[in-house]
């Protein structure tokens, strides 16, 4: 029926740690999309989240709010904040009712940044897995402080919890090492970058946690948990910079490829002007065409080739 909203909707389930850059990253993805001419809706679902950046569509602490929970029912934070997520897990006719006369809009969801929510626990899975049957296309896109990446041993945890939060949250992942821009202030790599977002040979980094008195110990539990990560060649990482426009773009062609979603020409063009005006009026966007073929579907792309012929 003309007019009729869109029945499928599409959107990024914003995960990581806390310190991470969940709540900056909303704000400049959700920019940057306004920019190529995408509506946003921003949600979040963090009840300890406060003094939001961005304009926020729908606010999980109109349900429910931490502090009242933890004073109630004498809770710590932590278990304020599964409970929290547990409430929403049980109302959720109450996000559904906020989130409906948003269809046609793009979302992000600004989640929690309690780990074990994306690890082992069951009720933020669960949201998703409902958002699904409501036709609801999810990529987790979990962030991931580049400053780790200059401590083998905690670089190693990294990989075991982004491995963790990938088989628990079950929808399709992109793994983003934020504050790019950082990195160089948290002291020098033990290896190029790309070993690190690629996650190459990993006995390199054994090598390295062997040097250090404390780790030989542990010798054996490290190689046991390389071996782990390395089996089942999951994990990479995508470098973000929140600031560069063309970090911001890399990150969102590959959320775009993971749920599917795939965008017009008007759009294309969109990006163009975007990307032009990050480096200046004498850039010209040479992989328009490559994208074009690359997102485009199948019917778009022949309108698009005639014309180009005319």
């Not at 300890?48 to 502090?67: F, Q, S, W």
Request: aromatic share 10%; hydrophobic share 40%.
């Amino acid at each position: 029926m003309a007019g009729a909203a869109p029945t499928t909707a599409f959107g990024q389930a914003v995960i990581g740690p806390p310190g991470s850059g969940k709540t900056t990253y909303c704000l400049g993805m959700s920019e940057f999309l306004r920019a190529l001419g995408r509506r946003v809706a921003v949600v979040n679902l963090d009840p300890a989240n406060e003094g939001l950046p961005y304009e926020c569509a729908v606010d999980v602490g109109e349900l429910v709010g931490l502090g009242d929970v933890m004073d109630a029912l004498q809770l710590g934070p932590n278990g304020g904040l599964l409970y929290c997520m547990e409430y929403l897990e049980a109302n959720l006719d109450w996000l559904r009712a906020k989130l409906d006369p948003l269809r046609g809009h793009y979302f992000l969801f600004d989640c929690p940044g309690q780990v074990e929510l994306c690890t082992h626990h069951g009720a933020l899975r669960s949201i998703f897995s409902q958002m699904a049957q409501w036709d609801l296309r999810l990529t987790a896109v979990h962030l991931v402080d580049s400053h780790y990446c200059t401590d083998p041993a905690k670089f190693i945890s990294v990989l075991c919890t982004s491995l963790a939060t990938m088989l628990h949250v079950e929808l399709p992942h992109v793994n983003l090492l934020s504050k790019m821009d950082l990195i160089e202030h948290y002291g020098k790599l033990a290896f190029n970058l790309d070993y690190y977002t690629e996650v190459l040979d990993l006995s390199y980094l054994l090598d390295h946690l062997a040097s250090d008195p404390f780790f030989h110990h542990y010798r054996q539990l490290n190689e046991k948990l390389v071996q782990l990560i390395e089996d089942y060649s999951l994990v990479s990482f995508i470098p973000l910079n929140i600031q560069d426009k063309e970090s911001i773009q890399r990150v969102l062609q590959a959320v775009d490829k993971a749920n599917g979603y795939c965008f017009g020409v008007q759009e294309q063009r969109s990006l163009e002007a975007v990307m032009s005006a990050a480096v200046g009026a004498d850039f010209h966007f040479s992989t328009t065409l490559g994208l074009q073929e690359k997102y485009l579907a199948p019917s778009e792309q022949s309108v698009e080739q005639e014309a180009m012929q005319l």
